[in-house]
């Protein structure tokens, strides 16, 4: 050197370097070491490369920033930034490991997708719909906003839809059912109806409003003479009735008023007049001399002539029809 001092002895770059021997750099400017430790105050690591600088791991290995005073991985380590901290390609590295995780990530804002469960939040991101269907229905949605007050679920049961015992029913009052279908009580009442009524087996379809007769099979049909005996008018408008089976169809009137077809015209019959069955199943007024005469023949007293279409709760059409008194 031109001092006069005597030139270093340089060593070629390796990890293997003795203690206190001064490096050379190679041709790329690239050096080894085991440690580089920096002092003094502030001590830093300067990059000058506008673009991407790196510390290089090989490809099995990691890079580890550790406090001197512990020189592991579960030191107290610090990393300070004032620009931005990201991979060096998109969605492919991760940040910790299932070995290595941070113990607290805090942020003002997380961008991204999430997994596993939250400790707190005040609401679910979408509601959530109960729905009941079948013979119950309703429905009702939540968040998980609605705190400790929860939501009401309104619940409409269908009409006959389900069955109950007898004895499961509190609002039962003092009338009871046995298990043989006897049914006691103080009183019993029915609907707002007008007759009792017994199911037939019937030859023919016959409608409401029309005499009947029975065969000796007890099956009935419509009455086709005056004074056929006759057992029972066709009813629509019973309140009670009793005898129905898979063959036993037809509701005849045997107590009570019900609705009948007359023979000629409706305003000829006034309260009070008898009447017994007639052609077409109609029933027909009688004369004192029939009744002395047909006793037996006599199906009912006329009770009222009705001026009104329909009648009762269920909008049964009188269609012309008259009121009997059944005897």
Known sequence: MSNGTKAPSWHTPTSTNTANAIVQRDASGNFSAN?????????????????????LAPADGMIALCCAE?????????IATSSSVHPGANNVFDLGTSSYKWANVYATTFNGALSGNA??????????????????????????????????????????????????????????????GTIKGSAVYGAVWNDYAEYRMQTEAVKPGYCVVSNNNGQVSKT????????????????????ETDKC????????????????????????????????????????????????????????IPEYETWGTGNVKVNGRIWIKIK
């Open 249 to 304: 169809k037809t509701p005849l009137a045997v107590a009570g008023r019900v609705l009948a077809y007359c023979e000629g015209d409706r305003y000829n019959y006034q309260a009070g007049d008898t009447v017994c069955a007639g052609p077409d199943g109609k029933v027909c007024k009688m004369t004192r001399e029939e009744i002395q005469m047909w006793p037996d023949r006599i199906v009912g007293i006329v009770s009222e």
């Open 224 to 243: 086709t003479r005056r004074y056929q005996a006759c057992d029972g008018i066709v009813s629509d408008t019973f309140g009670f009735a009793i005898g």
């Open 70 to 78: 512990s020189n592991s991985l579960a030191g107290s380590s610090l």
């Open 119 to 180: 400790s707190t939040a005040s609401k679910w991101a979408a509601k959530c719909t109960i729905k009941l269907d079948g013979d119950a229905s309703g429905n009702v949605s939540f968040d998980g906003s609605e705190g400790s007050t929860g939501v009401t679920l309104t619940v409409a049961v269908a009409n006959n839809s389900h069955t109950h015992t007898w004895s499961n029913i509190s609002d039962r009052a003092t009338c009871s059912i046995d298990t043989t």
């Open 35 to 55: 440690t580089i430790t920096l002092s003094g105050r502030t001590p830093a690591i300067n990059f000058n490369t506008s673009s991407y600088n790196y510390l």
